[in-house]
Nanobody, 124 residues
Framework: QVQLVESGGGLVQAGGSLRLSCAASGRTFRSFAMGWVLQAPVKERDVVATISWSGTFTYYTDSVKDRFTISRDNAKNTVYLQLNSLKPEDTAVYYC?????????????????WGQGTQVTVSS
């Protein structure tokens, strides 16, 4: 099992940047593919970035490609999401999540372990 705790959210103006972190406990962290999942008000959770267990492979949805960067440091049991060129429509609760299968899993229901979420609010 793995426990996940996100941090780094906040209020930022459009065009700004934030760096989210997700600290994992448990020695099995490096066996999980990781994802960042957004949930905007009255919308379903949306997987926007994923990374393989080794960090070699990543995936981004079109809406965040070239603006967000996912990375991980298995020595620190941490996964990151760098958010650049933020837009008001990026406003959401950001969750990190783990699945034991593959970084190609793109549905939130594929993810077994979840953090509590961190709020990102982008003002116009």
């Amino acid at each position: 099992q793995v426990q996940l705790v996100e941090s780094g959210g906040g209020l930022v103006q459009a065009g700004g940047s934030l760096r989210l972190s997700c600290a994992a406990s448990g020695r099995t962290f490096r066996s999980f593919a990781m994802g960042w999942v957004l949930q905007a008000p009255v919308k379903e959770r949306d997987v926007v970035a994923t990374i393989s267990w080794s960090g070699t492979f990543t995936y981004y949805t079109d809406s965040v490609k070239d603006r967000f960067t996912i990375s991980r440091d298995n020595a620190k049991n941490t996964v990151y999401l760098q958010l650049n060129s933020l837009k008001p429509e990026d406003t959401a609760v950001y969750y990190c999540a783990a699945n034991s299968h593959s970084y190609t899993r793109l549905y939130y229901s594929d993810y077994t372990y979840w953090g509590q979420g961190t709020q990102v609010t982008v003002s116009s």
